[in-house]
């Protein structure tokens, strides 16, 4: 129903920045809530930002508060997720995901989580070096 591409990936060192993209194709983008998340070796998959369908509310993990900003270009089928001040902790595959059938918002969650996703990306890896 839709298919989503990451890009943007790469190695870089601790206080740098990188500039993630997910692009999609395929049915009515525009309407659908859009987050991002992450997994590293040996770890779950965790939520990292989330965005609503028309850009007017985004959410954080706690962890990439006041480092990373989620936004979205509906125009161009197009997410973002811009990431300041790297750490090496923030090393993992970085994962776009769609909530098409928009579950977070109807089950009154504090918080994205991976469950409330049914379209992924095939990852981009982010390495931050110390």
């Known amino acids: 129903q839709v298919q989503l591409v990451e890009s943007g990936g790469g190695l870089v060192q601790a206080g740098g920045s990188l500039r993630l993209s997910c692009a999609a194709s395929?049915?009515?983008?525009?309407?659908?809530?859009m987050g991002w998340f992450r997994q590293a070796p040996g770890k779950e998959r965790e939520f990292v930002s989330a965005?609503?369908?028309?850009?007017?509310?985004?959410y954080y993990a706690d962890s990439v508060k006041g480092r990373f900003t989620i936004s979205r270009d509906n125009a161009k089928n197009t997410m973002y997720l811009q990431m300041n001040s790297l750490k090496p902790e923030d090393t993992a595959i970085y994962y776009c995901?769609?909530?098409?059938?928009?579950?977070?918002?109807?089950?009154?969650?504090?918080?994205?989580?991976?469950?409330?996703?049914?379209?992924w990306g095939q990852g981009t890896q982010v390495t931050v070096s110390s």
């Open positions: 995901a769609a909530d098409s059938m928009g579950s977070f918002r109807r089950r009154l969650g504090v918080l994205p989580n991976r469950y409330d996703y049914d379209y």
């Open positions: 395929g049915r009515t983008f525009s309407s659908y809530d």
């Open positions: 965005i609503t369908w028309s850009g007017g509310s985004t």
